[in-house]
């Protein structure tokens, strides 16, 4: 039998199972593998420090590692090709004040500058609150704005940092996200000023989890010829609080992009039981909507909005233009003894409406997936899980012969 060698593909080839491997986040095979020979050292070596993840504080604490610029700063000394590896960075602010990180990185912004920071493809900014990036040194939120400069920057992601960073981004950015972010009040701070000139048009946009979701959703729209959302494909949504305000700057941002919108990824609040029977009130038509991804809470004992998810899917018209439906069932550890109960009838009911809905309102429908965890808790028994998913495919009650139903 003839033995294979990963070293007698073409480079190409070689790359792309590594690069299969670096997707899988199998960072120890691709330590070992680029250990094996010179032929495998370098494109490992890419991969693994493609991302780069920094502290953008260092802690006042004893016995914890030392500052990550002290311990960039020994990496690149080990090596003058890593500096040309790295395409990616997440800067991380590790706890709030309160345990104990404030202190300055002084060897941060030094190590930063040795990388070309014009070819950063993908930049995550992460503080644990409002206050960090305040407080941040002058210097390091400098370097923060030169990576938002960066022309091959293509994807911005940030958390609890301020929405302006976006305005030192240029044309190369595609796909941003926001999650507890929030509109920087006042002057200072290294704060990028609004250039008109500067035009961002979005691919993707994800709204994630925020304590105000108007403010951040008014910046978005505020500002239409800097931040064009009118070619969004793909929106991911998570409601916070269901409030009108909320529902109606969404609805504005989905009809701003519902000629292009492909898919909608939506997180719906958790409404309470008298507020159930919507889950987005101003939804408009998006002819071209293929992808419909819903993640259900149910897990609370007092709320939900499984009847809200049912109300939403019957509201959409005849036309749509739906091919797949993904359905993210979450229920807590005790779910399956309330089965039989009243919270069971309440879910029942709602999921027997989704399951007419898909079947006779959806025209174009080919895949129905729910996906319930299956894991839902410490005290669960594997028994429950097999039990709530056999449940949930008889309360949907999707005609077997559709062919529609996946469950996993």
Same mark, same amino acid.
């Given at each position: 039998?003839?033995?294979?060698?990963?070293?007698? &593909?073409?480079?190409?080839?070689?790359?792309?199972?590594?690069?299969?491997?670096?997707?899988?986040?199998?960072?120890?095979?691709? !330590?070992?593998?680029?250990?094996?020979?010179?032929?495998?050292?370098?494109?490992?070596?890419?991969?693994?420090?493609?991302?780069? !993840?920094?502290?953008?504080?260092?802690?006042?604490?004893?016995?914890?590692?030392?500052?990550?610029?002290?311990?960039?700063?020994?990496?690149?000394?080990?090596?003058?090709?890593?500096?040309?590896?790295?395409?990616?960075?997440? @800067?991380?602010?590790?706890?709030?004040?309160?345990? *104990?990180? @404030?202190?300055?990185?002084?060897?941060?912004?030094?190590?930063?500058?040795?990388?070309?920071?014009?070819?950063?493809?993908?930049? %995550?900014?992460?503080?644990?609150?409002? /206050?960090?990036?305040?407080?941040?040194?002058?210097?390091? !939120?400098?370097?923060?704005?030169?990576?938002?400069?960066?022309?091959?920057?293509?994807?911005?992601?940030?958390?609890?940092?301020?929405?302006?960073?976006?305005?030192?981004?240029?044309?190369?950015?595609?796909?941003?996200?926001?999650?507890?972010?929030?509109?920087?009040?006042?002057?200072?701070?290294?704060?990028?000023?609004?250039?008109?000139?500067?035009?961002?048009?979005?691919?993707?946009?994800?709204?994630?989890?925020?304590?105000?979701?108007?403010?951040?959703?008014?910046?978005?729209?505020?500002?239409?010829?800097?931040? =064009?959302?009118?070619?969004? =494909?793909?929106?991911?949504?998570?409601?916070?609080? /269901?409030?009108?305000?909320?529902?109606?700057? @969404?609805?504005?941002?989905?009809?701003?992009?519902?000629?292009?919108?492909?898919?909608?990824?939506?997180?719906?609040?958790?409404?309470?039981?008298?507020?159930?029977?919507?889950?987005?009130?101003?939804?408009?038509?998006?002819?071209?909507?293929?992808?419909?991804?819903?993640?259900?809470?149910?897990?609370?004992?007092?709320?939900?909005? &499984?009847?809200?998810?049912?109300?939403?899917?019957?509201?959409?018209?005849?036309?749509?233009?739906?091919?797949?439906?993904?359905?993210?069932?979450?229920?807590?550890?005790?779910?399956?003894?309330?089965?039989? *109960?009243?919270?069971?009838? @309440?879910?029942?009911?709602?999921? !027997?409406?989704?399951?007419?809905?898909?079947?006779? *309102?959806?025209?174009?429908?080919? %895949?129905?997936?729910?996906?319930?965890?299956?894991?839902? *808790?410490?005290?669960?028994? =594997?028994?429950?899980?097999?039990?709530?998913? %056999?449940?949930?495919?008889?309360?949907?009650?999707?005609?077997?012969?559709?062919?529609?139903?996946?469950?996993?």
């Amino acid at each position: 039998m003839t033995s294979f060698k990963l070293t007698s &593909l073409p480079p190409e080839l070689i790359y792309l199972v590594l690069s299969a491997i670096a997707s899988e986040k199998d960072h120890k095979s691709l !330590r070992n593998i680029s250990l094996t020979c010179p032929a495998l050292r370098g494109p490992s070596q890419r991969l693994l420090l493609s991302h780069i !993840r920094v502290a953008i504080s260092s802690s006042l604490n004893p016995g914890l590692p030392p500052p990550s610029g002290d311990r960039l700063l020994e990496l690149l000394s080990s090596g003058s090709k890593i500096v040309s590896y790295v395409k990616r960075i997440t @800067m991380f602010d590790p706890e709030p004040l309160w345990a *104990g990180w @404030m202190g300055h990185d002084d060897q941060l912004v030094r190590a930063l500058d040795q990388f070309n920071l014009t070819q950063i493809e993908c930049f %995550t900014l992460i503080c644990s609150d409002h /206050g960090t990036y305040g407080r941040l040194d002058e210097c390091l !939120r400098a370097t923060i704005v030169r990576i938002c400069e960066s022309p091959s920057l293509l994807t911005f992601s940030l958390s609890g940092a301020p929405l302006q960073l976006i305005w030192a981004c240029g044309p190369s950015l595609k796909h941003f996200q926001a999650r507890h972010s929030f509109k920087w009040e006042g002057s200072g701070a290294g704060i990028p000023s609004f250039r008109e000139s500067q035009v961002v048009q979005l691919d993707s946009f994800q709204l994630g989890s925020h304590s105000n979701p108007v403010s951040t959703l008014q910046f978005i729209l505020r500002h239409p010829h800097a931040i =064009r959302v009118d070619q969004i =494909r793909t929106l991911h949504l998570t409601v916070a609080a /269901g409030g009108d305000d909320e529902d109606v700057l @969404m609805g504005s941002l989905v009809k701003a992009c519902r000629n292009s919108l492909k898919t909608l990824k939506l997180v719906p609040h958790v409404y309470p039981l008298n507020r159930a029977q919507s889950v987005f009130r101003r939804f408009p038509h998006c002819p071209n909507l293929t992808n419909l991804d819903i993640k259900v809470d149910t897990s609370g004992s007092s709320t939900d909005c &499984l009847r809200g998810t049912a109300s939403f899917l019957e509201s959409l018209p005849p036309s749509n233009a739906i091919q797949v439906l993904h359905l993210g069932l979450e229920f807590n550890y005790d779910a399956r003894h309330h089965l039989t *109960g009243g919270w069971g009838d @309440m879910w029942s009911a709602a999921l !027997r409406r989704i399951g007419n809905c898909v079947t006779t *309102g959806f025209p174009r429908l080919g %895949t129905v997936t729910v996906e319930i965890p299956s894991s839902i *808790g410490p005290r669960a028994m =594997r028994g429950d899980v097999k039990d709530i998913r %056999t449940w949930v495919v008889e309360a949907l009650a999707i005609p077997p012969e559709r062919n529609l139903l996946h469950v996993a």
